[in-house]
């Protein structure tokens, strides 16, 4: 028993009787064709299938070995097979199996272990792999061709629009001043008032109603709706708007101040652990730009005008000189990122030329005056509206140029439509008696009568189809032409200019030209925005009493800035001088630049200007003179009354007077001229010389003592103004 193996562990499983021996260490396969066969161990026949299928059959990774049977002494039990010792249970021996190897030259592996499992091969998975990553490359490369190649401009002028953003960089207004350089209207630091409508929405809040408490915040500040607020601060698309333009640096402060409290109480609230705490007005930004001012409030509001919201000029001066004023907006180009300018990415900047600085004719005391005298009359005489207008007589400046009621043009939200615009050159209306001194002028240039010429004036006189009479009821009036003027007589005026041809349509011919001269029915020659030119009907279309009206005013219109030029016309010898607003214009190098000189035409001989003075002189002068309220101590003046039928322009019809007065002083060496009219006074008197003589004077004292214009001290003039029959 010595040379047997010690028997190991068997595994549970059916016993069988005959069980194959263990091979030989140093047994090798017969099928070798390197090595030499070695005899099979041989084992009852059966024994050596059974335990071999067995082995098979079980198939496991783990085989059992089995002790081996007792060899013989002597020899193999082929050697005794060959000795003649024959059994019946022995079988021939079996072809020794193959041992695998993993090539022709690889070692020999280990002896079989039972079945094998083999994995799939990998090939066709690596095959669609490479397939789908070859696709997917091809589909990147394919896009890239077309973004880079094929629509390349395309999307970098895309990137670029959405890189960078171009703003306007508004020029500054230059100002408006008087005479002297001081400001009635200037330019001021403001702000634009802008929102980001993303940083409001709810995804970036986490509040579905930010734009609406943001709205409620800057409504009250801005003094807007809080719906249309709320409608800007949700535009969709767009990461700018402009809530509010041109607001004041104080405004803004309001602004900002709140934002610093909000900001600040979210931080507290985010310290206190509320992550979602927003400042709901994070979103609110301004643009610094600059807001139009008038330091003198309504003062010449009517002539300056005022800027829209789009800071173009809306009416008057800021409307005719909007080009000069407003110089030229430059613009800035900048890379942004979410709504904010990017410092380190560069950016190009077109620099704005400021406005020019105009300088009016306008004297801002005598303007004072001039607005005082008139709003002070028109609120006493519960009038429509009235105007004045004060202009250098030898140059054609206009000195002062007044309507009332006025209205702030810095605050448009108070001022009524009736208010607004420049009344003083957009109103067409009849003069009345202080067109007769073109009737006058007409008569004495052309040799028909003198000063001193008889004048039977009857208390009516028909003439076409009316029966025409004088302002008050009157027995025959025995004047001169001079008398007739100063008198103010309708009947007296078309006896005289009947004497200007020998029939009627040749005396319409020759004054329709001489009010031509004066400049009625046309431009005045300062362009003034909605300027009217009045109304002058050519001869041939009088009809038959404008025939006789047109004489002493009515049925023609003019605006009281002709009428001024006309007395202006008569205090400088008879040569009209295109009437100016503006002096000259201050450039963005501060050279002065003179406006060009003005037109003149000689209307009449100075000899017919001198005479008309002294004429003129008697209407203030003489006691039985229309314009006695119209008196300064100290100065002789020239003036002329007018009260005229008025034409209501909401009817078309004939209701209320037009009362006026005009006039000029020193009247021997004249420097001033006044006009002043006031639309239907429903308080107190009507009459020109009753109502507007005061305001006239008024204003003319004023004018002459600040443009420091002494008396003459020579003595008035004392034409005749009746006769003895």
Known sequence: MTDREPPRRRVPGPSRPD????RDPG?????????PARPDRSRPDGADRHAHGEGERRGGSERIRRPAAPRPPGGSERARAGEGEPTASVRPPRRPRPRPSTGPS???????QGKTLRLGSPRPRLRMVSVAMTLVMLAFVVRLLQVQAVDASEYSAKAEANRYLTRVVAAERGAITDRSGVALATSVDAYDITADPVMFSPEETKIADAAEQAAALLAPILGQDTGELTKKLRTPKTRYVVLARRQTPQVWNQIKDLKSTLADKARADKAAGDKDAPNVLGGVFQEPTSQRVYPNGDLAAGLLGFVNAQGKGGGGMEQQLDRRLAGRDGEVTYAQSGGRQVPTAGG?????????????????????AAQNAISEQVKKSKADRGYVIVQDTRTGEVLAMANAPGFDPGDLSAAGSASLGNAALQDAFEPGSTAKVMSMAAVLEENAATPSTKVTVPNRLHRGDRLFQDDVDHPTWYLTLNGVLAKSSNIGTILATGQLGKTQPQANRVLHSYLRKFGIGGPTGLDFPGETPGILAAPDKWSTSQQYTIPFGQG???????????YSTIANGGVRVEPSL????????????????PKETRVVSERTA????????SVVDDEQGTGVKARIPGYRVAGKTGTANRVDPVTGKYRGYTSSFAGFAPADQPRVTVYCAIQNAT???????QICGPVYKEVMQFALKSLQVPPTGTPPARLPVTFTP
Request: hydrophobic letters at 25%.
């Open 27 to 35: 047994e090798r396969l017969s099928h070798d064709p390197d090595r």
């Open 683 to 689: 308080k107190g008197s009507y009459f020109g010389g």
């Open 556 to 566: 023609v219109s003019i605006n009281a800035m002709q009428a001024a030029s006309v």
């Open 348 to 368: 190009t900047e077109t620099p704005a030329v400021p406005g020019s600085d105009v300088e009016l004719t306008i004297d801002r005391d005598i303007q004072w």
């Open 19 to 22: 069980r194959r021996p263990r």
């Open 582 to 597: 503006v002096r000259g214009h201050h450039g963005p190098d501060d050279r002065f630049t003179p406006a060009p000189e």
């Open 610 to 617: 001198r005479t008309l003075s002294r004429m003129l002189e």
């Open 106 to 112: 690889g070692p020999p592996k280990g002896p079989r």
